[in-house]
């Protein structure tokens, strides 16, 4: 079993920052990809962001040069740093990995962005 905790959500006022993070635990060995999907209220889950186990980042262009993923492979971490956060940036953020041919979700982690 594999189990991914998430926390630094909350609530920010707009033009302000959040960091989130994920801690992966349980049966790994390797994880591959990491990454954060988000989904906010009456919308589709849309990807936010993937980091490759050799560090190659993708970002949605909605957050480009404002987030920042990152990884910790010897702790089996990952960081979401969030700047200049906008309203429409307000969703439940869920943590991704995969380990194997496996993908593995978070619980998900609220953010609320006040305009």
């Known amino acids: 079993q594999v189990q991914l905790v998430e926390s630094g959500g909350g609530l920010v006022q707009a033009g302000g920052s959040l960091r989130l993070s994920c801690a992966a635990s349980?049966?790994?060995?390797?994880?591959?990809?990491m990454g954060w999907d988000r989904q906010a209220p009456g919308k589709q889950r849309e990807l936010v962001a993937r980091?490759?186990?050799?560090?190659?980042?993708y970002y949605a262009d909605s957050v480009k040069g404002r987030f920042t993923i990152s990884r910790d492979n010897a702790n089996n971490t990952m960081s979401l740093q969030m700047n200049s956060l906008k309203f429409e940036d307000t969703a439940v953020y869920y943590c991704?990995?995969?380990?194997?041919?496996?993908?593995?979700w978070g619980q998900g982690i609220q953010v609320t962005v006040s305009s």
């Open positions: 349980g049966m790994i060995v390797r994880i591959n990809a």
């Open positions: 991704n990995i995969v380990v194997g041919w496996s993908n593995y």
């Open positions: 980091i490759s186990s050799d560090s190659d980042t």
